[in-house]
């Protein structure tokens, strides 16, 4: 059996925290070896929610979604790492299917998306997951990682404050590491779709994935992003 880490960055995420990780205890079972939060400077009760949930709580140095991600997998001692956002709950199998996948053969994979909200048109962004392509590369449909692999690439890039999750499945597909699609969905957030228009949240997408690889600064990103976006 595969010992797992679950790894989850948060900033002020007091909403979420403790019922997602109670939900992670109850269904991830003898398959979890801990669950870290690393939080990047929350002024909510974010820590102290998660504390009393039974997480182990890091405070990141470096700040941004990947620097969190590495300090708590740089504290984690599973096999596998599973990275979740606060707000994305996995279906309630996780932890077999990760199981059976690195039994497989697959060293990283994500799931496909199911939006928790009625909007009909957030379907059609949800089918796409399902496809193996670069626009869905992105970390809220969580993402489990073997750490052999998530170590010989360094893990995430911590200088990046935008994108990260999609460089990290670029790189670790460039060492020919078979990557799994499951069939079964994340519930993720549709928050931004309560601020932010269906047509604004593409647009913003599509915006900061272009620039991406056209080698856009990360200053540059960040900011037009939070220009074309209310989020947070």
């Known amino acids: 059996m595969h010992s797992i880490s679950i790894i989850?960055?948060?900033?002020?995420?007091?909403?979420?925290?403790?019922?997602?990780?109670?939900?992670?205890?109850?269904?991830?079972g003898s398959y979890i070896k801990e669950i870290i939060v690393s939080d990047g400077g929350s002024t909510d009760n974010t820590v102290l929610l998660a504390k009393e949930a039974g997480a182990v709580v890091v405070i990141s140095l470096v700040k941004g979604r990947a620097g969190q991600m590495n300090s708590?997998?740089?504290?984690?001692?599973?096999?596998?790492?599973?990275?979740?956002?606060?707000?994305?709950?996995?279906?309630?199998?996780?932890?077999?299917?990760?199981?059976?996948?690195?039994?497989?053969?697959?060293?990283?994979?994500?799931?496909?998306?199911?939006?928790?909200?009625?909007?009909?048109?957030?379907?059609?962004?949800?089918?796409?997951?399902?496809?193996?392509?670069?626009?869905?590369?992105?970390?809220?449909?969580?993402?489990?990682?073997?750490?052999?692999?998530?170590?010989?690439?360094?893990?995430?890039?911590?200088?990046?404050?935008?994108?990260?999750?999609?460089?990290?499945?670029?790189?670790?597909k460039e060492q020919k590491a078979r990557y799994k699609i499951f069939k079964k969905a994340a519930l993720v957030s549709a928050r931004k779709y309560e601020t932010n228009s269906w047509i604004q949240v593409q647009w913003a997408n599509s915006t900061i994935i272009r620039m991406y690889k056209k080698g856009a600064g990360q200053d540059e990103m960040v900011n037009t992003y939070k220009s074309l976006l209310q989020y947070r």
């Open 8 to 28: 989850i960055p948060t900033l002020n995420e007091s909403g979420n925290i403790r019922e997602l990780i109670r939900f992670l205890m109850d269904h991830g």
């Open 72 to 172: 708590g997998a740089a504290q984690a001692s599973g096999d596998i790492f599973y990275f979740v956002h606060a707000d994305t709950f996995p279906p309630v199998s996780f932890a077999r299917d990760i199981q059976e996948a690195v039994d497989a053969g697959y060293a990283f994979g994500r799931y496909r998306t199911k939006f928790d909200s009625p909007k009909k048109i957030l379907l059609f962004n949800a089918w796409f997951t399902r496809l193996d392509l670069f626009i869905c590369y992105g970390g809220d449909q969580t993402l489990f990682i073997q750490k052999a692999l998530f170590q010989k690439i360094d893990g995430f890039n911590s200088q990046m404050r935008i994108m990260e999750d999609y460089d990290i499945v670029v790189r670790a």
